[in-house]
């Protein structure tokens, strides 16, 4: 059984996380030109370990919410 204030809060939520999700998938492939410098810099183990965690935040916070606001959309539509 679901919670319906719980559905509610992700009712809200899910615009903002999708386009914060995909603004940061934006940012990040606008600046992999420079993920090779930032490797030889830093060192490239800790550059790629937080590239990789970087785009799996950002790809999880966009899948969820247009995951959110699609069921929204099909649930708005079944209603009709």
Known sequence: MTNPA???DNAA???VALLAGLFMLIAAFAH???IPSWADDYGAILVYLAFFLYMSISG???WWGADIVYAQ???RRSRR
């Open 60 to 62: 999880r916070l966009t």
């Open 6 to 8: 719980a559905e509610s």
């Open 13 to 15: 939520l899910a615009p």
């Open 32 to 34: 992999l030109d420079r």
């Open 73 to 75: 959309v099909k649930a």
